[in-house]
Nanobody, 116 residues
Framework: QVQLVESGGGLVQTGGSLRLSCAASGSTFRFNAMDMGWYRQTPGKRRELVAGITSGGTLNYADSVKGRFTISRDNAKNTVYLQMNSLKPEDTAVYYC????????WGQGTQVTVSS
């Protein structure tokens, strides 16, 4: 079993920045073998991929965040980050951390609100 705890969400003005963190823990898992991702969801819409980083370090981003968001991981700390710059009101959502090994795990989500 893997537990994921997100932090770093909040309220920010348009053009501002936030850094989300997702700390993973569990009795029997290898963080460095897991593909990690950040997703977001707004009411009435499907959860969508924002950014992903594989165990080998391959990155991918949604077109809407390319050039503004950066995903990274620190395997020594079992943590994945999402640096969000130049935030826009349309980035407002609940952001979820996802881990995939043999199974898929989700965090509880953290709210990001960008005011115009």
């Amino acid at each position: 079993q893997v537990q994921l705890v997100e932090s770093g969400g909040g309220l920010v003005q348009t053009g501002g920045s936030l850094r989300l963190s997702c700390a993973a823990s569990g009795s029997t898992f290898r963080f460095n073998a897991m593909d990690m991702g950040w997703y977001r969801q707004t009411p009435g819409k499907r959860r969508e991929l924002v950014a992903g980083i594989t165990s080998g370090g391959t990155l991918n981003y949604a077109d809407s965040v390319k050039g503004r968001f950066t995903i990274s991981r620190d395997n020594a700390k079992n943590t994945v980050y999402l640096q969000m710059n130049s935030l826009k009101p349309e980035d407002t959502a609940v952001y979820y951390c996802r881990a995939q090994g043999v199974y898929v795990y989700w965090g509880q989500g953290t709210q990001v609100t960008v005011s115009s």
